[in-house]
């Protein structure tokens, strides 16, 4: 399979706890994307990667919020300080090279429940 | 800050209906995309509109780029239960790779 993975698929941990996720991009693809989904809504855009880069982070994101990408192949994101407004679906996406408007490929998402 | 709009939030139709949802932006877009995704998966992308008036057809998919670049619509036609989904547009800004979703309209097929 050559598609976008993320690593765990799920994961429950306790308020206050520290969480990270991995992101495993399309090999080819140098852009790589963060979002957080949550039920009944689109995904929302919290930064992204062009290489090692970070290009943009969102506003919305808070400082206890913190992502990677060192070697410009794959990624993590760390929550520090869970909180319970922190459960969502968070996606990675990649895009190829050079082509116009930068298609994104998603891959399956990380599950986090705060309890 | 920049926002995108889609209209309905909900589709319940009957096979062989017809179906179309609405993207609207707060700003002008470099490029609007349009995004699937079934119950329990992941966001998958369609299509990508760029210029101005564009109108792209997938076998039963139309979809239409406004001429201010300031909203899209996607129409299914003659609906199957394979469509059931929920269809994202996604507004995009030269440059930067960053896309703004709406919040998507859930399509429901009876059969």
């Known amino acids: 399979d050559t598609g976008v993975s993320q690593n765990p698929r799920h994961k429950i941990t306790k308020r206050g706890q520290n969480v990270t996720f991995r992101c495993d991009p399309i090999?080819?693809?140098?852009?790589l994307y963060w979002y957080r989904q949550t039920l009944g809504q689109g995904p929302e855009f919290l930064t992204y990667?062009?290489?090692?880069?970070?290009?943009?982070k969102s506003r919305l994101l808070s400082d206890r919020f913190s992502a990677e990408r060192p070697k410009g192949s794959f990624s993590t994101l760390e929550i520090q300080r869970t909180e319970q407004g922190d459960s969502a679906m968070y996606l990675c996406?990649?895009?190829?090279?050079?082509?116009?408007?930068?298609?994104?490929?998603f891959g399956p998402g990380t599950r986090l429940t705060v309890t | 800050g920049q926002q995108v709009m889609q209209i309905p939030q909900y589709q319940h139709v009957q096979e062989g209906e017809d179906f179309t949802t609405y993207c609207n932006s707060s700003?002008?877009?470099?490029?609007i995309q349009w995004y699937k995704q079934r119950p329990g998966g992941h966001p998958v992308f369609l299509i990508q509109?760029?210029?101005?008036?564009e109108v792209k057809k997938q076998k039963r998919l139309t979809f239409q780029f406004g001429e201010a670049k300031k909203n899209s619509s996607l129409h299914i036609t003659a609906t199957q239960t394979t469509d059931v989904g929920t269809y994202f547009c996604?507004?995009?800004?030269?440059?930067?790779?960053?896309?703004?979703f709406g919040q998507g309209t859930t399509l429901q097929v009876k059969p």
């Open positions: 996406a990649s895009s190829p090279k050079l082509r116009l408007g930068y298609e994104q490929y």
């Open positions: 090999s080819e693809h140098n852009r």
């Open positions: 990667f062009q290489n090692e880069a970070q290009l943009e």
């Open positions: 700003t002008t877009l470099s490029n």
């Open positions: 509109l760029v210029k101005s008036g």
């Open positions: 996604a507004g995009g800004k030269s440059n930067t790779g960053k896309l703004i």
